[in-house]
């Protein structure tokens, strides 16, 4: 076994648990009724979210070009694509929620409104549901399918 290939393959599963955790931290802290502290608290997990999803990409790329399998394996395999498309999505679903938060605490309100509230809440799902496909296909992935 190539420890290399390990020590990736634990840090990307790692990462992608904590990326998950931080999104489940926003859903829990953006709710109606939102202000001060917790709104500097969502700040800073936000900020986390992109970072650890950052680390998730730099990792991913190094499994694929230095893991075992080699970068063929993954560009040829549709559960791959089907992975890194709905992360994408992630990604660009994720960028309305910062825009908010990032608007929200420069603002300086005491409350933020409970329909901005409702209107990210609606967005940090969309990222929950494409994160949960992430793991559909990373699943399919390592049993075998798409390639």
């Known amino acids: 076994m190539d420890v290399v290939d390990l020590i990736l393959a634990i840090l990307h599963h790692f990462l992608v648990f904590a990326l998950a955790g931080l999104l489940a931290a926003e859903l829990a802290l953006i709710r109606p009724g ?19 999803a950052m680390a998730v990409i730099v990792v991913g790329v190094c499994r694929v070009i230095f893991g075992l ?30 825009m908010r938060i990032l608007a929200w605490r420069r603002s300086g309100a005491d409350a933020v409104p409970d329909t901005e509230i409702l ?21 399919a992935m390592a049993r075998g399918f798409g390639a």
């Open 34 to 52: 939102l202000s001060g502290r917790n709104l500097g608290l969502v700040g800073r997990l936000d900020g986390a979210y992109g970072g650890v």
């Open 69 to 98: 399998k080699g970068w063929e394996f993954y560009v040829s395999n549709h559960a791959f694509w089907g992975k890194m498309i709905a992360f994408v999505i992630v990604g660009l679903l994720s960028i309305k929620p910062t």
């Open 119 to 139: 209107a990210v809440r609606s967005w940090l799902k969309g990222e929950v549901f494409f994160l949960a496909l992430v793991l559909v296909f990373a699943a």
